[in-house]
């Protein structure tokens, strides 16, 4: 009996202290190659000097239309929490937008502005696009997977208390089909 | 006079440079922000673009141009187009506007200095409609004179406050019901012969409560302690704000029945579950999959803050297992004691007090739009349990020393099942049938007490960004059916009127939500 009792308690240790490490959302496989020293404000000011770098960004959506299979996607980049929630945090002050090419189909949703996504992909050259009237050039990023939080514009650490009573965050990933 | 005009138009073209000058160097300055690979902006300088073409004089200094380039009035001044006073009259009114503009961006700049510390902009104080629902119900019950059949009401009036004050208080919140204005009865204590409770005191606000997190880096396993009242982690009901719910009605489990109880426990109104309490808990999530929450609460129901009651305390817990984000099966228990005497809630008695619940949702992501919803409750209620406003003291059956209803401690049970489709395209696009069935058995230890329900409706979203905005129009039929309320006991409670629970019901409501 004791034996069962010991187990037991080691298996919850465990699953506590496992449950204290750092939340993965993308597999390894997706992660690998990724630019962990990646400059991002380097790449915004000169984005055609750094193509080709697989690259790890959070953000939140500024705009997001989707045509043809295609989701263009402009971020605001945020800096990507551990704590109190994984994901793209607002607390601290954004870093300038870029520009996300998806290749897939995205519910309208999940694409609202202010919803915090996190964009696994490669740097592309600049791209002039339409931001609100105005042609801004934007680094571009090509993005195998996405991570989509769809808060609405709120913090992820808000959920899943925002408003008066309880409301899961829905969050999804998406990668492209070859992946 | 002649020259009037022109100096107007040339005024005019020096102004628009000079704006656009402005421009330029506006983005010449945003682009500086942006890194230190950014080019320069370009340097006001002030120059002489050569000798006045009548003067002797040496000419003041030049306005300010970009490099490489000359002003107007110079270039005019040098092609003998405009005089050297009027050069100088130019010059004199571009340093006026100019003065005149610094002095508005100053203004600009000082004005967004202080809105820049509005608490409204930091996050610190938010405010938006819970719910705002305008019901309109028909009922095919008896009614009492100078009454109707068909309701008009706001159902629910709410407005939320909220805020956050730093990374270790990250939220306070408070919600305001402004229909909360009636006077709120309490239950004395004593036997039969006692005076009822008389109305006393009201409530202004249904929620209020802050969070404390302690220490960052715990987050989310040991997330934050809250404090105060709100919707209770009870099931998926309770919890659920009355702005996002699937059916108009509240589920029998937070509250059936009406009027007074009798000696089988199964009459009366019986509030299972209270859906807000006063409490303190701590809540996290492991594994981003495993969500708790455990504390201790009152039990006397939002009511308490005003008539003062402060009950025996009970301690309460759930375990949320996460399948997917939005799916998820979870247990919920809650121990403690109750009493019947100064109760805010319908049908505790004095005793043990225990509940148990089951609940599951199931968001499909395989058809997206379709989600199955259910709980199921169990739980033991004291003896001698009561009504609010009828005295009550004590566990005993003899009414005329205890008061209350005189039945013994029961086990209460009760489950309901709910399943909704958002279509998502085509004509029907944004309209959503959904159905629900529950059952509450108000003793399990005897029969003829059963009350069923069957909900049919359907839902139009206007919009529809939960949890921040939802506007919709709801329209659900209830069949209602209440077997009795125990054997050899008349289903109506009150009678020549009718019981609302055995009568069919059609509702129709109109929402708005937005924060």
Not at chain 2, 120 to 129: A, C, E, P, S, Y
Not at chain 2, 260 to 267: C, F, H, K
Request: glycine fraction near 10%; proline fraction near 6%.
């Amino acid at each position: 009996m004791k034996t069962y009792r010991s187990a037991i308690l080691i298996t919850l240790i465990g699953i506590v202290l496992s449950g204290c490490g750092p939340e993965r959302i993308f597999s390894a496989k997706v992660l690998d190659g990724v630019d962990p020293n990646f400059d991002f404000a380097a790449w915004r000011m000169v984005p055609n000097a750094k193509g080709g770098k697989k690259v790890q960004l959070g953000g939140r959506i500024v705009q997001a239309p989707q045509k043809d299979g295609l989701v263009t996607m402009v971020l605001t980049q945020l800096p990507i929490a551990e704590h109190p929630a994984y994901g793209p945090t607002d607390r601290e002050r954004g870093r300038g937008e870029f520009l996300v090419y998806f290749n897939g189909k995205i519910p309208t949703n999940h694409l609202q502005p202010g919803n915090r996504v996190i964009a696994i992909g490669t740097t592309q050259n600049a791209v002039v696009v339409a931001i609100e009237d105005s042609q801004r050039s934007l680094p571009a990023l090509t993005a195998q997977c996405l991570h989509i939080w769809n808060t609405g514009g709120k913090e992820i650490a808000d959920f899943p208390n925002f408003g008066a009573g309880y409301q899961p965050l829905e969050e999804e990933t998406y990668c492209t089909e070859s992946r | 006079m002649e020259i009037r005009p022109s100096v107007a138009s040339i005024s005019g073209l020096v102004g628009t440079a000079v704006l656009s000058l402005c421009v330029t160097t506006s983005w010449a300055d945003n682009t500086t922000r942006q890194g230190p690979m950014a080019s320069p902006p370009h340097i006001m300088v002030a120059q002489a673009m050569g000798p006045a073409p009548n003067g002797t004089a040496t000419p003041p200094p030049a306005p300010e141009i970009p490099l490489g380039g000359t002003s107007i009035e110079d270039l005019l001044m040098q092609k003998g187009t405009i005089t050297k006073e009027e050069w100088i009259q130019i010059r004199a009114e571009q340093e006026y506007k100019g003065g005149e503009r610094d002095k508005r961006v100053d203004t600009l700049d000082e004005w967004k200095s202080k809105a820049e510390l509005l608490p409204i902009l930091r996050d610190k104080v938010n405010f938006g409609l819970n719910a705002l629902q305008w019901l309109y119900t028909h009922q095919d019950a008896h009614v009492p004179e100078g009454r109707s059949q068909d309701n008009f009401s706001i159902r629910r009036s709410e407005i939320l406050f909220w805020g956050r004050i730093s990374d270790t208080l990250p939220r306070w919140h408070t919600l305001m019901e402004f229909q909360s204005i009636n006077l709120l009865n309490n239950t004395p204590t004593g036997g039969s012969a006692a005076t009822g409770g008389v109305p006393t005191s009201s409530t202004f606000f249904r929620e209020a409560y802050l969070d404390i997190r302690p220490v960052q880096s715990w987050a989310p396993n040991v997330n934050y302690f809250r404090m105060g009242i709100f919707r209770m982690p009870f099931g998926i009901f309770t919890e659920t704000s009355g702005g996002l719910r699937d059916v108009i009605s509240s589920p029998y489990l937070t509250s059936v029945g009406s009027g007074v109880g009798n000696r089988t426990g199964s009459a009366g109104t019986i509030d299972f579950l209270q859906e807000r309490d006063y409490f303190l808990d701590m809540r996290g999530k492991l594994l981003n999959r495993l969500e708790y929450v455990a504390g201790i609460m009152n039990n006397n129901n939002y009511t308490a803050n005003a008539t003062g009651s402060n009950a025996p305390k009970s301690f309460y817990s759930r375990v949320r297992l996460f399948g997917s984000d939005v799916s998820f099966i979870s247990f919920t228990t809650i121990q403690g004691e109750s009493n019947n005497a100064n109760t805010n809630i319908n049908g505790r008695g004095k005793g043990a007090f225990d509940r148990y619940g089951l609940d599951f949702r199931y968001t499909s992501k395989i058809l997206p739009g379709f989600m199955i919803q259910g709980e199921i409750w169990q739980g033991h209620d004291g003896a001698n349990q009561t009504t609010i406003g009828r005295p009550a003291n004590g566990a005993c059956d003899v009414q005329t020393i205890c008061g209350g209803s005189g039945a013994p401690g029961v086990q209460r049970r009760t489950w309901y099942v709910l399943a909704k489709y958002l279509i998502t395209d085509g004509p029907l696009e944004n309209f959503e049938p959904v159905v629900m069935y529950e059952q509450f058995d108000p003793n399990t230890r005897i029969g003829n007490d059963l009350y069923t329900r069957t909900i049919v409706g359907v839902s139009y979203y206007f919009e529809n960004f939960p949890p921040k905005v939802q506007s919709k129009l709801q329209v659900n039929y209830e069949f209602r059916h209440h077997s009795g309320n125990g054997p050899n006991n008349v289903v109506d409670p009150t009678r020549g009127v009718g019981d609302p629970f055995a009568q069919n019901a059609f509702l129709v409501q109109w929402q708005i939500r937005f924060m």
